[in-house]
């Protein structure tokens, strides 16, 4: 079974902070996806890697930057946190492009303050 | 790109079938697919559909798809009350293999 393991379930952080989400797959694959999620908008592409040290733009980057210097782990950094940016942050991957589907994370419920 | 849009609510009793609607407006996805999502956790694969099928069966779930009408069901039988989560349908958006989701449905499963 693939593992998407995002390191924390929860995180409460104040305006202004800079703050690291880390995610790991153990499977593998190629694409590594952020998104966050929010009631009633559901899942917003933040952005998403297609190998290492890529990235691309997801439609809502703006405030937030990826890092992926291993094929495994892909990091979401927001450079200094808004109270708007509180939300469920889940992390995927997938295999390939060629519709495999998406694995997620459990997610980190982020709280800015 | 795609746009997928679902109803936000369903209510239905233990036992009865539920069915989950989305609509989408590209046509051009390979797949599309449903995922479940239990409370405090990640999106969770159900199953999904090849785009040249009408219909898949997997237990208690039927997956139906009406691409004239880009219209795309979920029906699940004897629901249960573990069957009460949020149901996301997405479908491929471009050649990136980026999913685009629908809002989801929350489906509360009453005795």
């Known amino acids: 079974d693939v593992k998407v393991t995002q390191s924390s379930r929860y995180l409460v952080k104040r305006t202004g902070e800079k703050v690291f989400l880390e995610c790991v797959q153990d499977m593998d694959h190629e694409n590594m996806f952020w998104y966050r999620q929010d009631p009633g908008l559901g899942l917003r592409l933040i952005y998403f890697?297609?190998?290492?040290?890529?990235?691309e733009k997801g439609d809502i980057p703006e405030g937030y930057s990826v890092s992926r210097e291993k094929k495994e782990r892909f990091s979401l950094i927001l450079e200094s946190a808004s109270t708007n940016q509180t939300s469920m942050y889940l992390c995927?991957?997938?295999?390939?492009?060629?519709?495999?589907?998406?694995?997620f994370g459990n997610g980190t419920r982020l709280t800015v303050t | 790109g795609e746009d997928v849009e679902q109803s936000l609510f369903l209510s239905v009793r233990e036992g009865d079938s539920s069915v989950i609607n989305c609509t989408y407006t590209d046509s051009s996805s390979t797949y599309l697919y449903w995922y479940k999502q239990e409370p405090g956790a990640g999106l969770q694969l159900l199953t999904y559909?090849?785009?040249?099928?009408d219909m898949k069966q997997d237990q208690r779930l039927t997956v139906l798809l009406n691409k004239k009408d880009k219209h795309l069901s979920l029906r699940i039988a004897d629901t249960q009350t573990g069957d009460s989560a949020i149901y996301f349908c997405?479908?491929?958006?471009?050649?990136?293999?980026?999913?685009?989701f629908g809002a989801g449905t929350q489906v509360v499963v009453t005795p």
């Open positions: 997405a479908g491929i958006t471009d050649s990136w293999g980026k999913l685009q």
């Open positions: 995927a991957s997938s295999r390939d492009r060629e519709s495999s589907p998406l694995h």
């Open positions: 890697s297609y190998d290492v040290k890529m990235k």
């Open positions: 559909i090849f785009s040249n099928m």
